[in-house]
Every structure is written in structure tokens, then in C-alpha cells.
């Protein structure tokens, strides 16, 4: 392809792209294939001559497009969103065009340098303390791995990455029994093993680990002999919205002299609002890591997660590594590099810069306040029908509810609404009862489209029962 084909095809896609968002409420939201269905239509060996692009986006347009559940619809109210807003996939053009290696200061100055400042922006629009610093990862996964190697060095004295963990003794993370499947992958990967992260059950009615519970846990492991390395916290945790009392599990932290990490994936987003905070963020500034995603309530295009640090130190000491080729002579600079654990960086910031000056803090802030507002009024209706329940109450946006039935039931109405294709939900567990989770956050999503689920849940239940 030459560069003229290049400008033509890319004028082509950007129409292309426009009409698939203007069109999305008429495709169903998930893939309607079966497994196999797209994999048989793909050649088994690669072609030996070149083909046109004309050719291979016909096929994408018949093979691919067919298979792919839509992210962006309006009506996806499944997991969390992954949003778009256009601006951020116009950065994202331009960071897929530039094609850098953002991985030291003096491989792109303005890639770390815009990084720095979207951090500050970030932590300014979220009300933290002007000493938190911070990075742009990947996804929160990677974000809590960080926090997690670090409470692992800290705890040994910054010997396990030399050393290794086998005369360590047993290392020991304590968390609610609603975080995400992220952080036990964390201790696994670090080495900390799965029997050595200790879940305090929830209580109240946000579901957050009782402190008391917390502090007990960790005296009777350091009666045992085993080693407290650190406490991680959630709040708006992802199967119920779950939130801890943040203020409370700080100061538990803080009295055994604990790392702390605060897992605000998906609620983050909404602290941009100040009202949200009291009840949600108070104690957040205690902590001595907070993660975040823009790329799902927000809008920056996946993947963009930030972790904040109050401290960068301790993550510094644990994962920097600096061979001579990667030195950086002359005046300091911050190599973000040495702040996570992939060496390779892509120019994440400038979705971010682009997103913030497209819409504003007002801009963002509106649509979140009416997917809060919006969440609520659809829970009643769904009360309101018969035989319906509300399992747990709106968190944020974020609520769920059964049907009349089994919990066989609660997952033969899932499938029929999802096969139905107008809107799109997921299958949840609460209390050892399976359940129907929903979450209101994707960019563009009207009060329509959320009183659609609604009418779409009770039409299909009508149709199955």
C-alpha cells in the first residue's frame, strides 16, 4: 500500500466508522454466532500473493462484523462499558499513525510529558491531594499487580526480587470478599498464592468489609507468624457495586503500618462529581495507591487505566530496573517505564487530553449524573413488575434484580434477553443466589434506551415463563 491508497482508504474508514455509530441501535448489542461460526470462514494457511483492500474489507465486513458483540451500542448495560467518545479515537488515530515507543522520556518528550499533566488534570477533577503523582496503565489489572508486587517488596524488606519469597514466610493480603477476580490473579502472579489472600466478607448495605473484622485478621496472623503485606480496598467493587469504608480500613492499614491500594475501576469515574464523594471517596486520600479506569465510565478509548501514588517511591524500588541502554543522561526526567511493569508504553495520555478539552469537566460530569439518575428510576420499575425483586439497591448506577423462579430461571431470562439482541445484560452471584446485573455507563446511552431494558425484560419474560 502506498500513501496515496493509504489517504483513501483511511478517508473511506472514517465513513465508514461514522455510519456504524449512527446505525447501532438497529444491530443486535452481543454477537448473535455460534462458536466456530467465524473461524470456518478463514483460511487455513496465509495467502501466498498480496490481496486488495477492497477485497479484505468486504470480508471483514461479512465475516468479522458479524461476530462482534458492539461495546458502543447504547444499550449495552452488560459488565462495565468500554466507551469511545470520538475524540479519543481521534487521538487514537493519531497516536496509531505516529506509531511511537513511549517507553523513556527520550523516546517521546511530549508522550511523557502530556502523561504527567493528564495525571495532575485527572487528580485535580477527582479531588485528591496535590502530593499524589501517578502513571497511565494499561487496565486496572495491571495497575494492582503493581500495588501488589510493592506490598510484597515492602513487606520483605525490598529482598523478594533479589532473593526470591522461599524464606520469606507466608506473605499475607487482606481485601473484601467482593473485589475482582484481578486481585487474587495478583497474588497469584506474585508469588503470593491464592490461600494467603484473606477475604473479609462484606456487610451493610454497601457490602464493604467490616474494619473490625479487618484488624482481627490481621492480629491473629501476626500471632501465627505469618506476615501482613498490605490491604486492598474497593470501592463500587464489580459484581454489586460493593464500596468499603474507606476512612475506616485506612486507619487499620495505617495502625500495622500496612501498604494500601484502593481498587476505583469503574467508580472513580464518577467522583469527577463532587456530591459523589462524601459518600464514596471520603478516605480515599489515605491510601497509598488508587486505580482508576477512564476507558469505562468516562470515555477514553480502551485501554486507559491511571493509578494514582501518594508515595511513588516504594513502586520505583520495586519494579525499576535500568540497564545501560535504557539510561537517560542530562537533566532528570521521568521515565514511566520504570513506574510499571511493561517496558513498551503507548501515547495513552493523548485520548485523555483530547477527551477532557472535547466535552470538559462539566460535559463528562452531566452524563454520568443522569446514568446515576437514570439507574435509579429504572430499579423501581423493575420493582414494580410482578413478581420482579431488587437484590441490591443502585450503587452509583450499578443495581440487580431477579425474576419470579430458580436460579435456572434467573439464566434462561439472561440468554432470552440477550438472544433477543435489543439490549444486553449479564449474569451475576449475590448471597449464594445467582442474579441479573446491570449497569447504566455507556457514552452515548439515552433515558430512553435505559427504559427500554424495562420493557424489553418484562416482554421476554412474558414470552418464556
Not at 439464566?411 to 445484560?425: C, E, H, K, T
Request: charged share 20%; hydrophobic share 40%; glycine share 8%.
Amino acid at each position: 500500500m502506498d500513501w496515496n491508497e493509504f489517504t483513501q482508504w483511511s478517508k473511506h474508514l472514517a465513513d465508514w466508522g461514522a455510519q456504524y455509530h449512527q446505525t447501532l441501535r438497529d444491530r443486535p448489542v452481543r454477537a448473535q454466532t455460534k462458536p466456530g461460526d467465524i473461524a470456518a470462514q478463514l483460511p487455513q494457511h496465509p495467502p501466498q500473493s498480496p490481496e486488495d483492500m477492497a477485497t479484505i474489507l468486504e470480508d471483514f465486513e461479512q465475516i468479522v462484523m458479524p461476530g462482534m458483540t458492539h461495546w458502543q451500542h447504547p444499550r449495552f448495560f452488560a459488565y462495565f462499558p468500554a466507551n469511545a467518545a470520538p475524540p479519543s479515537m481521534l487521538a487514537e488515530q493519531l497516536v496509531n499513525t505516529v506509531a511511537a515507543q513511549c517507553m523513556l522520556w527520550q523516546t517521546s518528550p511530549a508522550a511523557t510529558e502530556v502523561e504527567g499533566r493528564m495525571v495532575d488534570w485527572m487528580r485535580y477533577a477527582l479531588g485528591l491531594p496535590d502530593d499524589f503523582t501517578g502513571v497511565i496503565q494499561d487496565s486496572a489489572s495491571s495497575a494492582t499487580l503493581s500495588a501488589v508486587l510493592t506490598m510484597r517488596e515492602k513487606a520483605t524488606g525490598f529482598t523478594g526480587n533479589r532473593e526470591g519469597l522461599s524464606a520469606k514466610g507466608r506473605l499475607r493480603i487482606y481485601c473484601s470478599d467482593q473485589v475482582h477476580s484481578s486481585i487474587d490473579r495478583a497474588c497469584w502472579v506474585a508469588g503470593i498464592g491464592q490461600d494467603n489472600l484473606v477475604k473479609i466478607p462484606g456487610t451493610g448495605d454497601r457490602y464493604g468489609m467490616d474494619a473490625s473484622a479487618l484488624d482481627a485478621a490481621i492480629r491473629v496472623d501476626k500471632a501465627a507468624g505469618h506476615i501482613p503485606a498490605g490491604v486492598i480496598a474497593i470501592t463500587g467493587g464489580t459484581g454489586v457495586g460493593a464500596c468499603d469504608d474507606l476512612q475506616a480500613i485506612a486507619a487499620v492499614a495505617k495502625d500495622h503500618d500496612l501498604y494500601t491500594h484502593l481498587d476505583a475501576a469503574w467508580a472513580g469515574s464518577a467522583m469527577i462529581c463532587p456530591e459523589f464523594r462524601a459518600a464514596f471517596w471520603s478516605g480515599a486520600e489515605d491510601f497509598d495507591s488508587i486505580v482508576f479506569n477512564p476507558h469505562k465510565w468516562l470515555g477514553a478509548q480502551f485501554d486507559c487505566s491511571i493509578q494514582f501514588l501518594r508515595d511513588a517511591t516504594a513502586q520505583l524500588n520495586t519494579l525499576k530496573i535500568e540497564p545501560e541502554y535504557l539510561k537517560t543522561t542530562g537533566d532528570a526526567v521521568t521515565n514511566y517505564s520504570e513506574w510499571t511493569i511493561p517496558l513498551g508504553r503507548r501515547f495513552r495520555a493523548l485520548k485523555l487530553w483530547f477527551l477532557i478539552r472535547s466535552y470538559g469537566l462539566e460535559g463528562l460530569q452531566a452524563r454520568i449524573r443522569n446514568h446515576v439518575v437514570w439507574a435509579e428510576e429504572l430499579a423501581d420499575k423493575i420493582a414494580a413488575m410482578e413478581g420482579f425483586e431488587i437484590t441490591t439497591d443502585p450503587i452509583l448506577s450499578l443495581f440487580s434484580f431477579r425474576c419470579p423462579g430458580d436460579d435456572d430461571m434467573q439464566q434462561r431470562l439472561v440468554d432470552a434477553i440477550n438472544d433477543d439482541g435489543r439490549i444486553y445484560l449479564t449474569q451475576g452471584a449475590f448471597a449464594g443466589r445467582k442474579i441479573i446485573r446491570l449497569q447504566v455507563g455507556q457514552f452515548d446511552t439515552t433515558r430512553d434506551d435505559v427504559m427500554t431494558v424495562a420493557t424489553v425484560t418484562q416482554e421476554v419474560w412474558e414470552a418464556i415463563k
